[in-house]
């Protein structure tokens, strides 16, 4: 008999002496997503936050590999972050805080959808490929006016 209680004992007691895990959700985190504009994340890039007026750090950490890094802001005010690849590219925004929550407006969806789009980098981009063709071009017809053969 006394071999049949204690397994059941163990079996009964078993669940109250493991520990659990809980879990909640903070619906007042600030989550900033750092990207190129390439569109490619940021990822595992080095950030600093720092709360409104401070000088000295609040919170320091890496962006996921999505280029996402979430705090959760004691107060009110403008909070910067900060992020740095340890490539050259560095990246700081401010983020409003507002009755504990982030008050940031939604940006304008031309603009971020035409950097998306990448259309803004190629127009560019071929704009100054044709100016610097068309100075070469100049140079060659006044270096041929200057030397004739």
């Known amino acids: 008999m006394k071999r049949l209680i204690v397994p059941l004992l163990l079996l009964i007691t078993g ?22 504009t390439t569109d490619e994340p940021m990822s595992y890039a080095a950030i600093t936050v720092q709360g409104p007026g401070d000088t000295n750090s609040f919170q320091t950490g890496r962006t996921d590999p999505q280029g996402r890094f979430a705090f959760i802001p ?16 560095v990246s700081t925004a401010t983020v409003p805080v507002e009755g504990g929550r982030t008050a940031i407006a939604r940006p304008d969806p031309f603009m971020a959808s035409a950097i998306h789009d990448g259309w803004v980098l190629r127009t560019l981009l071929g704009l100054s490929l044709i100016g610097n063709l ?16």
């Open 15 to 36: 669940p109250a002496l493991a520990h659990g895990v809980v879990w909640s959700v903070n619906a007042g985190a600030s989550v900033v997503e750092f990207r190129y």
């Open 74 to 89: 004691d107060r009110d005010g403008a909070w910067t972050v900060t992020a740095d690849d340890g490539m050259g590219h």
């Open 134 to 149: 068309g100075l070469a071009v100049a140079a060659v017809a006044v270096r041929r006016r200057k030397c004739p053969p």
